[in-house]
């Protein structure tokens, strides 16, 4: 089983800037899309964006233009750049493997590998 970790997360104030990290831990796992994902308490997770292995994404509307994911292949690293930040993003994020892109938006079966989620808190 593959385990992704994620890192970056913490306090920040509103406006402000985050950025998140999500790596395989310990395998040679090679990750092609992947998605962030959001949950906080007593809601449903929801799908904050996408990316493909060849770099082409998506994004939850009301993170347009604030929110940006990125990779780096060679390290194997995709990233969430997170730019004013409002204090409806609080939530554990997560990150989450897929073989392609379609996945996370349709029935397409596949792995599909989960981190641990990491806790943003935007503060006033």
């Known amino acids: 089983q593959v385990q992704l970790v994620e890192s970056g997360g913490g306090l920040v104030q509103a406006g402000g800037s985050l950025r998140l990290s999500c790596a395989p831990s310990?395998?040679?796992?090679?990750?092609?899309?992947l998605g962030w994902h959001r949950q906080v308490p007593g809601h449903p997770r929801e799908l904050v964006g996408s990316i493909s292995y060849e770099g082409a994404t998506n994004y939850e509307d009301s993170v347009k233009g604030r929110f940006t994911i990125s990779r780096d292949n060679a390290k194997n690293t995709v990233y969430l750049q997170m730019n004013n930040v409002e204090h409806g993003d609080t939530a554990v994020y997560y990150c989450?493997?897929?073989?392609?892109?379609?996945?996370?938006?349709?029935?397409?079966?596949?792995?599909?590998?989960w981190g641990q989620g990491t806790q943003v808190t935007v503060s006033s």
């Open positions: 989450n493997a897929r073989p392609h892109l379609a996945a996370f938006y349709y029935t397409t079966g596949g792995y599909d590998y």
């Open positions: 310990g395998s040679s796992f090679k990750i092609e899309a």
